[in-house]
């Protein structure tokens, strides 16, 4: 069955450090999609990035990068010089490309708090 | 607008009454979600609609929980006889349901069953 676990419950930094948040999904599918979203306070999602399984390429943008490694079922998520704005709770989740769905698998999230 | 709306933001109801949850997706997207999200607690799916396929069921919690489009747009979730357990914020999010397109969320209605 699918899962996505984020480990991570919370996580406090300070300011300028780098974080990495990370999730590891379980699918039996070779056809897959990842994604992470992001919840601020106010609580409304906001998509960051989606991937194939077939594009195992490392993202960056702007502060933000991405590392998908199929051998460890990985999607992580690293925040270069973390931002107070930075602050909310991360999301990763999957979706199975063939079966009759496009239903998203969220984990249970990470609350990041970026401290001034 | 341009995002996903849902009515009404907040909902107050007592236990064993039926309550009815709207969601007005992005214009032109075929594919519907709902998801549900407890304090704290991540987000689990309920019901999944696109275009005119039957809708994916799988997520919904009890009989007590149904969902309808109408004409492919609007959805409302409707919950009868609700529970203490059902308080949560339920999330829509509409997609343009073509290989897995990002979902586009809205703000949620927070229910609060007293």
């Known amino acids: 069955a699918q899962k996505v676990t984020q480990a991570q419950t919370e996580i406090s930094v300070v300011e300028k450090e780098d974080v990495t948040l990370d999730c590891v999904y379980e699918?039996?599918?070779?056809?897959?999609?990842l994604f992470w979203y992001k919840q601020p306070p106010s609580g409304e999602l906001v998509f960051l990035i989606r991937?194939?399984?077939?594009?195992?390429q490392n993202e960056i943008s702007g502060r933000y990068s991405w590392n998908f490694q199929k051998s460890t079922s990985s999607f992580n998520f690293t925040i270069t010089a973390s931002q107070v704005v930075d602050s909310a709770v991360y999301f990763c989740?999957?979706?199975?490309?063939?079966?009759?769905?496009?239903?998203?698998?969220f984990g249970t999230g990470t609350r990041l708090q970026v401290f001034p | 607008g341009a995002g996903v709306s849902q009515s009404p933001s907040n909902k107050v109801t007592e236990k064993g009454k039926d309550v009815e949850l709207r969601c007005d997706p992005i214009?032109?997207?075929?594919?519907l979600y709902w998801y549900r999200q407890s304090l704290g607690q991540g987000l689990e799916f309920l019901i999944y609609?696109?275009?005119?396929?039957?809708?994916?069921k799988s997520g919904l919690p009890s009989d007590r929980f149904s969902a309808e489009r109408t004409g492919g747009s609007v959805s409302t979730l409707t919950i009868q006889r609700t529970q203490q357990e059902d308080s949560a914020v339920y999330l829509c999010?509409?997609?343009?349901?073509?290989?897995?397109?990002?979902?586009?969320f809205g703000q949620g209605t927070r229910l609060t069953v007293v």
């Open positions: 989740a999957l979706s199975e490309a063939l079966r009759n769905t496009d239903k998203l698998i």
């Open positions: 991937r194939n399984s077939f594009d195992e």
């Open positions: 214009s032109g997207h075929t594919a």
């Open positions: 999010a509409s997609s343009q349901g073509q290989a897995n397109t990002e979902a586009f």
């Open positions: 609609f696109q275009g005119n396929s039957a809708p994916d």
């Open positions: 699918t039996r599918d070779t056809t897959y999609y």
